[in-house]
């Protein structure tokens, strides 16, 4: 994965519109964040696959932290923290940010088609 | 300590979890010639650590851990198996399904003894859940042909709550191994050991500290 620019990332959003697309989204801070640190919570969600088609996307931010709006008929998808992002070998483009150690913090991830389950 | 087994099964639902849990002791097993099986639950597909600095991401991470995960098992000198679950639902599927799956691979290896997760103290959902799974399919076989089973707890309580664990195997002649196995699983290795010591880097003084020997309860039917 590389930096994000929004120019580039911006152009590969719009690449999906008015498109059925495949949504992997996720944010964790992993299964032993109480474990390793007892004022800690565990906290993480995500879902795969999830179809959607979106009429409007933007990503916002600068540096190291970008957020990515998609506009739905009758909703929104969001992702804050993402830092990096590659077009893959199956035309899939994946977003992520990490923590200082490289671990993944948050994922938003789209794909015309589904994302193996 | 000395054992003597025919056949020793491992069951642990990520790869890795081998490695930081039970390699020390699957060394002793195989220096002494016991055949070792290992069935691993997922392929750690949801795991957070993408190496450092990051060389996978969420769609290449299970094929760069199913590939770590074969290499680490030829560390060990152990025969795999992957179970085809996915990483973080365990705890979601039908337990009595995956007691059963779990139930025909006894059967057919006939193990001696099974290595798996203490339920209730193992931490990870994953951990919790196959561990319940996997003591539940040795439940259901028949007395007389039954392994034994060592349950790993690794809970903060778990000393409180369960005692001494009635098993301790001190792995420092087999140190070795377990660090080339737990290196084996490249993607993991410096996260999981560095969230243990945020410190210091040195990762091999990391481990010796926090992982110089494996402790198992035998689980009473």
């Known amino acids: 994965m590389e930096q994000i620019t929004i120019d580039q990332v911006q152009k590969q959003l719009e690449r999906f519109l008015n498109k059925d697309v495949y949504v992997h989204l996720e944010t964790t801070n992993g299964a032993y964040a109480s474990h390793n640190n007892d004022k800690a919570y565990n906290v993480g969600a995500f879902i795969r696959n999830a179809q959607v088609n979106y009429k409007h996307a933007k990503i916002v931010g600068s540096g190291n932290a970008f957020r990515v709006g998609l506009k739905l008929d009758i909703g929104w998808i969001y992702a804050e923290g993402l830092s990096q992002y590659e077009v893959d070998d199956n035309d899939r483009l994946l977003m992520a940010g990490h923590d200082r150690e490289g671990r993944l913090m948050v994922a938003l991830e789209i794909s015309e088609t589904p994302f193996t389950y | ?221």
């Open chain 2, 1 to 221: 300590m000395s054992f003597v087994e025919k056949h020793v099964v491992v069951i642990y639902p990520h790869p890795d979890d081998e490695a930081f849990g039970a390699s020390g002791t699957i060394t002793k097993f195989r220096e002494q010639g016991v055949p070792v099986t290992y069935l691993c639950g997922t392929l750690g597909e949801m795991g957070r650590n993408m190496g450092n600095p990051t060389f996978a991401n969420r769609e290449t991470l299970p094929e760069v851990r199913k590939k770590e995960l074969i290499d680490a098992c030829k560390v060990l000198d152990v025969e795999l198996k992957m179970l085809g679950y996915r990483d973080k639902t365990l705890e979601f599927e039908s337990r009595d399904e995956i007691a059963e799956h779990l139930k025909g691979l006894i059967e057919t290896i006939e193990p001696s003894l099974v290595i798996t997760h203490y339920p209730g103290h193992a931490v990870h959902p994953d951990h919790d859940a196959l561990g319940a799974a996997a003591i539940e399919a040795v439940k259901r076989i028949e007395t007389n042909r039954r392994p034994n089973v060592w349950a790993q707890a690794i809970s903060r309580n778990h000393l409180e709550e369960l005692g001494e664990p009635d098993i301790s195997i001190d792995i420092s002649p087999f140190f070795k191994k377990k660090m080339q196995t737990i290196l084996a699983h490249h993607s993991q290795a410096q996260g999981v050991l560095g969230s243990m010591n945020p410190e210091t880097d040195d990762i091999e003084a990391i481990a010796k500290e926090r992982l110089g020997n494996e402790q198992f309860y035998t689980w009473n039917f």
